[in-house]
């Protein structure tokens, strides 16, 4: 991850001295995931992309004042981050992702019938996620499906690594409750029911 | 499933694949051209600087501007008031010095300087006089500085004991009210480290700094002997007001104390929560047990 970074912003360097194969090669390294981010987020294949088109927009434009105070990765995933929420304060809506979504992505992932109440199961708990308070399932979604670090996180929120700290406890503590009321025991891995 | 299941489901979440074509339209979207052209295309170059810095650019142009346009204007004036001096008449000696030999008397002159003489004796009295206003004026500067200083000495003086002591006691509130503030975020601060360290207090209160927003909350307001430390490269163990009583303690003890300022004698219990003064106020609810203090709960008195 380091060494990615590392290359990475030697890329952004090189775009911003107006390399036209760095920035193919930024494009290629960062657009699945940023993608992938907004997909989660938005909650449609179209907005995803316009999104998508916007954040790399922005980072075209911001990139001559990237300070290199906190990585490429989290720097971009900051812009897509606030990206994300400019849209959704200017359409006013936020249509939450259906269970039926995260069941057809979880079944995606290659595995044999043996792992299919396990993808049920996962599929119940990125719903559950969803349904988190905003900035909890925010926090989840940049830390835990992007991959981001603790510090990472920190940087594209633009909070203090204690406050990510603070929502990941309190996310994983109600993500545990929920499930615990919704019939699935402490302790067990095979689900019986989705939320 | 327990948490260490949740964040490993949570880490192998899938990622939507991207839509074909986005990945074209991208680049098709990306700064053109190479070199220094897409330098300029980025916002590198002059266009970018000047996009940056026009709000300040712009007021400080138009300042130089004008500056230039009064610079000029002082010139053409200094100017016309040159021209107009040399077009000024002056006296001409050989037609004054025929009209002086004509009157030429001496009783002329002799008037003339008498009314010189009793000019200078006119104004050397006006000076005398504004010399005797000017001094009575700094006698009464004086003065009204000092009834301002004695004025304010009595204001200070004026209030009454009760306001006094009512004054002392609001400012002995306050303190205690923050000092109690201090108390509720160091608890705070041990419980967020506990959660990241097996639910285990830590061993010292500076292993806590990143849960800290500051080290001010470790002085107790009222506390003069310890001086405060603004920041953490500063801060060593004199700058702490409270004791630290429950190192390396568990959530499984909430009565244990944790922390407890000496002064007002309140304490955060391991349980996050703050009683207020009850150390001085109600010694007797304080028990050892191994070298180790709680809050006897049992002492206290049935409701």
Redesign the interface.
């Known amino acids: 991850m380091m060494e990615m970074d590392m290359d990475a912003e030697n890329l952004a360097r090189a775009?911003?001295?107006?390399?036209?194969?760095a920035?193919?090669e930024l494009?290629?390294l960062f657009?699945?995931?940023v993608?992938?981010f907004l997909?989660?987020m938005a909650g449609h294949?179209a907005d995803?992309?316009d999104l998508?088109?916007k954040t790399?927009?922005r980072v075209?434009?911001a990139?001559?004042s990237f300070a290199e105070r906190s990585s490429i990765s989290s720097w971009i995933h900051g812009i897509a981050y606030h990206v994300y929420l400019d849209w959704r304060r200017a359409n006013s809506r936020y249509e939450l992702r259906t269970e039926v979504w995260w069941e057809e992505?979880?079944a995606?992932?290659d595995g044999p019938d043996a792992q299919a109440t396990q993808n049920e199961?996962?599929a119940a708990?990125?719903a559950s996620?969803d349904a988190l308070d905003t900035d909890l399932r925010d926090t989840?979604h940049l830390h835990?499906?992007q991959?981001l670090t603790l510090q990472e996180t920190a940087d594209a929120m633009k909070v203090s690594?204690?406050t990510v700290?603070?929502r990941l406890?309190q996310a994983?503590e109600g993500?545990?409750k929920r499930?615990a009321e919704d019939g699935?025991p402490?302790?067990?891995?095979h689900a019986t029911r989705t939320l | 499933?327990?948490?260490e299941?949740?964040?490993e489901?949570?880490?192998?979440?899938?990622?939507?694949?991207?839509?074909e074509g986005?990945?074209e339209?991208?680049?098709a979207?990306?700064?053109?051209?190479?070199?220094?052209?897409?330098?300029?295309?980025?916002?590198?170059g002059l266009g970018?600087w000047l996009r940056r810095w026009w709000p300040v650019l712009l007021p400080g142009a138009a300042c130089a501007a004008m500056t230039l346009v009064l610079v000029t204007q002082q010139l053409e004036i200094s100017d016309l008031r040159a021209s107009v001096q040399g077009l000024t008449p002056k006296p001409d000696p050989t037609q004054a010095l025929p009209a002086a030999v004509s009157t030429g008397s001496e009783a002329a002159q002799n008037s003339a300087q008498a009314a010189e003489t009793a000019e200078i004796a006119r104004l050397k009295e006006q000076v005398g006089k504004l010399k005797e206003q000017l001094s009575g004026l700094l006698v009464l500067q004086a003065e009204n500085k000092r009834l301002l200083a004695e004025t304010r000495r009595n204001a200070a003086n004026s209030l009454s004991s009760e306001e006094t002591a009512a004054l002392a006691d609001a400012k002995a509130r306050a303190e205690l009210i923050r000092c109690i503030n201090n108390l509720k975020q160091l608890g705070l601060a041990a419980r967020?480290w506990a959660?990241?360290h097996n639910k285990l207090t830590p061993p010292a209160v500076t292993d806590m700094a990143?849960?800290m927003s500051t080290p001010l909350v470790l002085h107790c307001p009222a506390d003069t002997t310890h001086p405060e430390a603004k920041t953490w490269d500063s801060f060593t163990a004199d700058n702490c007001s409270y004791e630290y009583l429950a190192p390396g303690a568990g959530f499984n003890e909430p009565d244990r104390i944790e922390f407890r300022c000496p002064i007002h004698g309140s304490m955060t219990l391991c349980d996050g929560s703050v009683q207020s003064g009850f150390a001085k106020l109600h010694p007797d609810w304080i028990i050892e047990k191994d070298g180790k203090l709680y809050y006897n709960k049992t002492a206290l008195p049935a409701k």
């Open positions: 775009a911003c001295r107006g390399d036209r194969q920035v193919a494009i290629n657009y699945p995931r993608y992938a997909r989660r294949e995803a992309a998508t088109q790399f927009s075209w434009q990139l001559p992505q979880a995606a992932t199961l996962a708990l990125y996620v989840v835990y499906y991959g690594t204690s700290k603070n406890r994983l993500l545990q499930l699935q402490a302790g067990t891995t | 499933m327990n948490t299941q949740i964040e489901v949570l880490r192998r979440a899938p990622a939507p694949q991207p839509p986005l990945r339209q991208l680049l979207s990306a700064p053109r051209r190479g070199g220094r052209e897409s330098a300029a295309t980025l916002e590198t970018a967020i959660s990241d990143q849960e």
